[in-house]
């Protein structure tokens, strides 16, 4: 039986890059393709992918909360982190999303492939240079992320909210997605700024970008 995959990415030349590499192996399809951390998070439930191979940064929903909403609803799902970032929040956050595996885009397809199998093994893959950071991270004694970060701040809406909000959305269209009324929108983004100690949407839109919500 093939390895039903999914492929989480928002840039299209790339997904199609995926999908024709993983195709040669007999024992491996794509099963879908996702431009939006949204989009990746309803085909993930419709589809019911082996494994989800997933961007960091996306539009809409980032790779973090989209694993996060994943997990919580399919906890067997393998999800495997392809990213360009190799900053030591990005992969913390993502291991404690519940990734089976972190890898750079900078890897050779032939890595990639090895990472698929190795978490359909129930096995954790990493990236060299991710190992790197993990090990430290454990050799400094942190643990995973006790230092400071925008998920121990602000709430899984909040965060929604606020990539919403860096990615140039209005308070009625960010309502319209969210089914909350206009006011409920602009009272989490008040919320939102008085617990990151922000006044302006400028350094907000920083803020978002600096803690890997969005991209510019």
Known sequence: MSTKIL???DHGILR??????IEKHNSMEVVGEAETGQVAVELALKLQPDVVVMDVTMPDLNGIEATRKIKSEMPDVKILALSVHAAREFVLDMIKAGVSGYMLKECLFDDLVLAIKTVMEGKSYLSPKIASIVLDDIATDNHFGKTDSVRSTLTSKERQ???FLAEGKAAKE??????VSVK?????????????GIDNMAD???YAIRHGLTTI
Not at 16 to 21: D, F, K, N, P, Y
Not at 184 to 194: D, F, L, Q, S, V
Request: charged letters at 25%; a positive charge.
């Open 16 to 21: 199609e890059g995926i999908r024709a590499l």
């Open 174 to 179: 960010i309502a319209m997605l969210l089914n």
């Open 184 to 196: 409920t929108i602009e009272a989490n983004r008040r919320h939102i700024m008085e617990k990151v």
């Open 204 to 206: 907000l839109v920083k």
């Open 7 to 9: 492929v989480a990415d």
């Open 161 to 163: 909210i606020l990539q």
